[in-house]
T-cell receptor, first 114, second 114 residues
């Protein structure tokens, strides 16, 4: 079946540091890839997405590139802020058992200190 | 306007009780989901409905029963609550099944079984 693997957290950074959260996936066919963010006490919300190989999704200074050759979709940001502290989920939508099934990674907690 | 709304937000109840969580979406989406998030933030899909028909039914105890009176509503009823049911339950919706499009999440219902 399909699966998503994210780096374990928490990731702890100082403000203005560079962020990378690794995400790799296993899926048949050509899945769509997503990053969702969950701020404390809230539900998940879409951060960015990419629907085909070599696409780059970007939003709020975050970027991720769909790399089919390495089956990866790493999340990056050049300069994090305290307000970026949240849990980040990598996700894919791919075919499983004849239907499109959304699959989420386990989430990576990011803590940014002033 | 809240896109996906679920009630109650907080629920504390005793073991053995029966409880329901209600969910409504005003986005006109065809597909709705229930997810369970444990204390480690792991997100697990429980059910998915497309136009009131069940399309995803993951390995969930029979005590959990979803009900979709129309495509804008998906309620979750839980019988004979157990301590292990304590979690955050998220309702969500998307335009299609499988999450090929963005999945919109509610703010969550915090269930505590004592």
């Amino acid at each position: 079946g399909n699966s998503v693997t994210q780096m374990e957290g928490p990731v702890t950074l100082s403000e203005e540091a560079f962020l990378t959260i690794n995400c790799t996936y296993t899926a048949t066919g050509y899945p769509s890839l997503f990053w969702y963010v969950q701020y404390p006490g809230e539900g998940l919300q879409l951060l960015l997405k990419a629907t085909k190989a070599d696409d780059k999704g970007s939003n709020k200074g975050f970027e991720a590139t769909y790399r089919k050759e390495t089956t990866s979709f790493h999340l990056e940001k050049g300069s994090v802020q305290v307000s970026d502290s949240a849990v980040y989920f990598c996700a894919l939508s791919g075919v499983s058992g004849g239907s499109y099934i959304p699959t989420f990674g386990r989430g990576t907690s990011l803590i940014v200190h002033p | 306007d809240t896109a996906v709304s679920q009630t109650p937000k907080y629920l504390v109840t005793q073991m053995g009780n029966d409880k329901s969580i209600k969910c409504e979406q005003n986005l006109g989406h065809d597909t709705m989901y229930w997810y369970k998030q444990d204390s480690k933030k792991f997100l697990k899909i429980m059910f998915s409905y497309n136009n009131k028909e069940l399309i995803i039914n993951e390995t969930v105890p029979n005590r959990f029963s979803p009900k979709s009176p129309d495509k804008a509503h998906l309620n979750l009823h839980i019988n004979s609550l157990e301590l292990g049911d304590s979690a955050v339950y998220f309702c969500a919706s998307s335009q299609d099944g499988g999450g090929r499009n963005t999945i919109y999440f509610g703010e969550g219902s915090w269930l505590t079984v004592v």
